[in-house]
């Protein structure tokens, strides 16, 4: 009698590690997990009767032509620390486990040129606006990827400030380990909360038609940051809440996650 056996293969690259099966790359120099996010169109911002809208949300069509890698998690201190020796945070006594913050845009840059050249690519980077909310919506259209809710069980932000209709929460006041609450459907960690997450773009005013990979304004003052954070109001953590800051503000409740290219 003949047997099948299934045997699982790991390609190994020289900057990672491909896992095809379930579409993960790791980065060999900090152990952060990557997931692949698929192209494919979606609606950005948010529509006129969404609780806690802000007038800058309009709603409009994009197209993410190439699947990209998000990193599963926000870069924790530990990770911060790998690459440049040092732990910037205010809530240093958090742990390695916790995000980074206390990062200017323009620190991250530096991190991500270090880290490019520690492993020999030039790959890694910060997501665009628009593949910062399409991940985070992953297929969803709700203010949140949990519904019209977000309960602090869910996310780390100041319960005391739900949205409309949703009931009342915990106010942790202090940032959580990555990875604390369920992911979303695409294997996303604290979308909604924790810190507040640098992108690429300056900030600028939407389009109203259909756009094909939007990398924000050529110029400005402003970087876009998304998210919120454990200080944030529920509105504030929508999926299609936007915040900006100049690209060398540094704050106690802003970090990042990255990006990588195929």
Same mark, same amino acid.
């Given at each position: ?83 440049? &020796? ?66 602090? +069980?869910?996310?780390?932000? +100041? ?24 992911? $979303? ?8 909360? $924790? ?17 094909? +990979? ?13 998210? &919120? ?22 704050? $106690? ?10």
């Amino acid at each position: 009698m003949s047997r099948i056996i299934t045997v699982s293969i790991i390609l190994i690259v020289s900057a990672g590690y491909v896992f095809p099966g379930e579409r993960i790359f790791i980065s060999p120099t900090i152990g952060a997990k990557f997931v692949l996010i698929p192209s494919g169109t979606f609606t950005m911002g948010s529509p006129t009767g969404e609780h806690g809208r802000d007038q800058d949300e309009t709603q409009h069509q994009v197209t993410i032509s190439r699947s990209f890698y998000m990193q599963t998690t926000e870069v924790t201190q530990g990770q911060w620390k790998t690459v440049m &020796g040092n732990y910037p945070s205010y809530f240093a006594n958090c742990g390695n486990s916790c995000p980074v913050e206390s990062v200017s845009w323009n620190d991250v840059q530096g991190f991500i040129k270090k880290l490019n050249s520690m492993e020999r690519t030039n790959k890694y980077r910060l997501p665009t606006e628009a593949e910062w909310e399409y991940a985070a919506r992953a297929g969803t259209q709700t203010p949140f990827n949990t519904g019209i809710c977000l309960s602090t +069980d869910q996310a780390n932000y +100041d319960g005391n400030y739900p949205l409309a209709g949703c009931r009342k929460g915990v106010y942790r006041n202090n940032p959580s380990s990555v990875a604390s609450f369920s992911a $979303n459907s695409w294997g996303l960690f604290d979308m909604h909360g $924790n810190v507040w997450e640098w992108c690429q773009d300056w900030k600028g005013n939407y389009p109203k038609e259909h756009v094909t +990979d939007p990398a924000g304004q050529s110029s400005g003052s402003q970087r876009v940051n998304r998210g &919120g954070c454990l200080h944030s109001f529920a509105k504030n953590v929508r999926a299609a809440s936007r915040g900006s800051h100049s690209p060398d503000y540094r704050i $106690n409740r802003l970090g990042f996650r990255l990006v990588r290219t195929q």
